[in-house]
């Protein structure tokens, strides 16, 4: 659900670093309890939002005390990280742009691949740093919270075997997915220049000097470059190298496209000057440099050679030519090989050995221009680069760190499987807003409860049910600071409102005296979500959140204080979380802690969601992959057959606990689920009896935040 935006009163704009212009900001800070977190207080104009009317939620008004909700996760890396592209070339995630491609992996059959994604969110923040070493020399620097793919599954960088801390973490025995180690990509110089141009021309190029005879029987020497390529990549260098050598081409057309040939374009120049400085250009040198043949194995690469799944080639004819490049690639500790073929146009081949880490390892040592050879997508993750932890060890400083969010969930970071803050997604998956207030830039309506007495105090207000917890869950942390619900609450029961609050965060514990001294004037609702039941299901899907069994005893606290708490069991993850076991054992804990109502309600996966969960779901449960495909083929909603199947299977367990006894059947929300016309809220989340909502064509969810 998405209402209108509150307007916030016009005091001095400031622009801050990861967060749009803000009217009505009152200052920002960074306090020692939230680390990562900056809040922005602001003076809110209004607090009420009017739902709209065609809505089918049983609520006419929201109230939102804050902007942005810190339940999320973040996970982040120091912004010297390099992240790989989907070019093959690498960038420092810092520098990164929402809408870059890069590589990210996904379980394609038998095997995890790597493929090409987006860049969809990126920001920074400041947290302690560990360094990270693994055996092959990789080092990376990272937050504690930050995870990486092992053999053994996805690993937080710190953690506990026990207490509060628990959660599965990097040790000695663990061992990265990845390629591994690489290297930084040196930039061009002029010795480069003159290495690629020889591998280039020398390799591919028209290169003569000879002699014709005039009509009138005059002799005359014709100096000819060409250079022919159906790779305009190579093409587009080439020509931009030579005019910084001072020698001008002219382009043409070369060759058309054909059913069995590519189209090529080329570069000319027949000035007899420009053929003599070519040559002295592409002279073998005496004591070839670094430099030098970093650029001519870039350049014979781009010219002759080739690169499938696990091999790299470079083939020729020329002796001199291959013992070049045998030499250049053994001065970088490569390990090639020489294979004749016994070619009748005696074409050799030099051939790198040592799979994908030495493939990257190349290509980012001597950057090719002909990218489409530098690609890893649709390559399975296989590698024997030694990527086993050597030592995880605190810095002992906090240091700027960097995130994104992908496509997939995941990207290449230092040539290692590293996990993305899926914040954004989750808090799509949950039907909050993925804006950019959301990430670690919490808005605080420091006046909310100002503003709210007083448009509670106009004649024309008709004390209409309002809602809290709708779109932010009002009991985040940054309200164990502000102590905004107070007043909120007062407001609401003073004036005679009915108002309910639906919120995952224990910190609701606190306010419960008033709540129930409220309840005495006013009919309140209070809702509690329990998104995921099984401790390491939360620990993967929601991480960042109170655990389910916090919540439960929420609701135990809320019970025992007298008020009605209804539960959302949300949402069930077919497959995973829709085992009558499952449901029993979470529907049975519900009723004990005094629930006086659940609905249960089935994931929906609409767009932005669906690509999140769906990569999360290849990487930790690929079995189930051709399953939510087919479920979800025909959009966000589970089919009716399923709904039906679940209806079936949570009634007699509900009715099993009492939890039916108030339902008055389907229509009540107990046996209908969201996407049903018959769905509505667990009984007493909302202030008196639930209404039904009016049938509807795009039917909505809530927002279990």
């Known amino acids: 659900m998405r209402w209108d935006a509150q307007r916030l009163d016009l005091v001095e704009p400031e622009v801050l670093p990861g967060l749009p212009t803000v009217a009505g900001l009152l200052r920002s800070l960074q306090v020692p309890e939230f680390p990562g977190l900056t809040l922005h207080e602001v003076r809110a104009k209004s607090a009420l939002n009017k739902v709209p009317e065609n809505s089918a939620m049983p609520f006419a008004y929201t109230v939102n005390t804050f902007r942005g909700c810190s339940h999320a996760c973040v996970y982040c890396l120091s912004g010297d990280t390099s992240v790989l592209m989907a070019d093959g070339r690498t960038r420092r995630i810092a520098d990164l742009q929402v809408g870059d491609q890069i590589i990210g992996t996904e379980v394609v059959g038998s095997y995890r691949r790597y493929v090409a994604t987006e860049v969809l969110a990126h920001w920074n923040t400041r947290k302690p740093g560990y360094r990270v070493t693994l055996h092959d020399g990789t080092e990376l620097v990272t937050s504690g919270d930050h995870r990486f793919l092992t053999g053994r599954g996805w690993k937080h960088v710190t953690g506990t075997t026990a207490g509060a801390d628990r959660r599965p973490h990097l040790t000695t025995n663990d061992s990265m997915l990845g390629f591994g180690r690489t290297t930084e990509t040196p930039k061009a110089t002029d010795e480069y220049r003159r290495g690629y141009l020889t591998g280039m021309v020398r390799g591919d190029a028209n290169l003569k000097r000879y002699e014709i005879t005039n009509p009138d029987g005059r002799h005359r020497v014709v100096h000819r470059f060409r250079l022919a390529l159906a790779d305009v990549e190579a093409l587009d260098r080439s020509q931009q190298m030579l005019e910084e050598e001072g020698i001008r081409t002219d382009r043409f057309e070369f060759s058309p496209q054909t059913d069995v040939r590519q189209a090529m374009t080329a570069i000319r120049t027949q000035r007899r000057n420009d053929f003599e400085q070519i040559t002295r250009l592409v002279a073998w040198p005496d004591r070839p440099g670094e430099e030098w043949r970093r650029g001519f194995l870039a350049g014979i690469f781009d010219a002759e050679g080739s690169r499938s799944t696990h091999v790299v080639r470079i083939a020729n004819c020329d002796d001199e030519m291959l013992r070049h490049t045998q030499e250049a690639f053994a001065s970088f500790g490569f390990d090639v090989v020489r294979e004749d073929r016994r070619r009748v146009n005696g074409l050799r081949y030099i051939r790198l050995r040592g799979g994908l880490p030495e493939h990257m390892r190349f290509i980012h040592l001597v950057d090719p221009a002909v990218r489409r050879k530098c690609a890893v997508a649709g390559i399975a993750i296989k590698s024997s680069a030694d990527l086993r932890v050597a030592s995880v060890e ?307 969810q809530l927002a279990l935040c």
């Open 394 to 700: 605190p810095i002992g400083l906090e240091l700027p760190m960097y995130d994104i969010t992908t496509g997939t969930g995941d990207f290449i970071a230092n040539g290692v499987v590293s996990h993305n803050c899926f914040a954004r997604k989750t808090h799509e998956w949950l039907e909050l807003d993925s804006g950019a207030d959301f990430d670690q830039e919490i808005v605080v309506k420091t006046n909310i409860a100002e503003v709210l007495r007083r448009e509670l105090g106009r004649a024309s207000w008709k004390r209409e049910h309002v809602a809290l917890g709708t779109n932010t869950d009002p009991y985040q942390r940054a309200e164990g600071r502000y102590r905004l619900m107070p007043g909120v609450i007062e407001a609401l029961a003073r004036s005679g409102t009915p108002f309910s609050i639906l919120t995952k965060g224990t910190l609701a514990r606190r306010d419960l005296p008033l709540l129930a001294a409220a309840s005495k004037d006013v009919p309140i609702g209070m809702g509690v979500s329990l998104a995921i039941w099984d401790d390491d299901l939360h620990r993967s899907l929601e991480p960042g959140v109170p655990t389910p069994k916090a919540r439960l005893e929420l609701v135990r606290q809320i019970a025992d204080a007298g008020l009605p708490c209804g539960v959302f069991l949300a949402p069930v993850l077919p497959g995973l979380t829709d085992q009558r076991e499952h449901l029993e054992k979470a529907i049975a804990a519900v009723a004990e802690a005094g629930a006086t109502g659940v609905t249960v309600v089935p994931l929906h996966l609409r767009p932005g969601a669906r690509e999140w969960f769906t990569s999360w779901l290849a990487r930790e449960h690929p079995r189930l992959v051709s399953r939510y495909k087919s479920l979800y083929g025909r959009g966000a909603y589970l089919p009716a057959e399923y709904r039906d199947w679940l209806s079936a299977r949570v009634a007699p367990l509900l009715a099993a606990h009492g939890l039916d006894r108030h339902s008055g059947g389907a229509a009540r929300g107990i046996g209908g689920l969201p996407g049903d016309e018959s769905a509505s809220f667990p009984f007493g989340s909302l202030p008196g009896p639930a209404a039904v909502p009016a049938p509807r064509d795009e039917p909505e």
